[in-house]
């Protein structure tokens, strides 16, 4: 239904390889970014699911330059996938907490080679300004440029309980200020996040009304020394059943428009830190069941989609 697939969404790989004509993969980069949500500078522990690790579910170490990085996540990627085309993906923490000078060093030797077509920027929305969205600007004419902005929820209630650190009016400025420079967006949300389902739903609408490029979705989990952790080791909090996050993704992708690509609709972290929830590690079975669910209900990316911008 999407990019000539059988998918019921739009699944950010077929829409790559539809647009470049090849297969085209992330390499994952830590360029040994910290966040202004952990080292203090806006308030102490960090998010209470974020790990030591920033978020960044790969073999690379930052011990490795940025130039190493790319030539080996090339070089893994095309055996173990047949990538014939790669984008540079900066998903370690905030990878806009530094001075625009050392920004476009950082940025520009991850396009060392001919065979990345795109970059792409995970980070916070308190971590951008005018100058630094100008340097990112300045990659698109040249390569398919991204900013991954991690939001979780619009509800301020939410992010406050998570201590993400700032609230859902600075997204939306920083947002606003990204499209207005042409970056492409994609908008990170988490389920799980103790909200009822007409909340997550709400964050669908929003998102659907904003027109936003992309969606990356994940499902709440426990690792390894976490504040989460601790809560769940007192018996504090739980998790949704694999069902209740199924049903709640198709509910979600109903809403959101049809021209959204849809970058993850599960993910599991590294498995030998996950505690909870431990369905999550069978990453491929929730995907499955997602599109199944799609089927029986004979629905599909945008269904109930009628705010367009």
Known sequence: MFNGTDKRYNQYSAYLKNKFGVKVYKITLDAGFSCPNRDGTISRGGCIFCDEGGSFSQAHSNLLSIEE???EGIKTLRTRFKAQKFMSYFQAYSNTYKPVKELEKIYASALCSDEIVGISIGTRPDCIDDDKLNLIAGFKEDYYTWIEYGLQSIHDKTLKKINRGHDFDCFLRAYDKT?????NVCVHVIFGLWETHDEIMQTAKKLAELGVDGVKIHMLCALENTKLAELYSRNEIDFMSEDEYVQTVCDFLEYLPAHTT???LAGNGLKKNLIAPR?????LDCLNKIDRELM???SYQGIKNIVYK
């Open 179 to 183: 499209k207005e420079k042409g970056i």
């Open 262 to 264: 849809i970058h993850r």
């Open 69 to 71: 990085q790319i030539q």
């Open 296 to 298: 029986k209900r004979n």
């Open 279 to 283: 369905w999550l590690g069978a990453k």
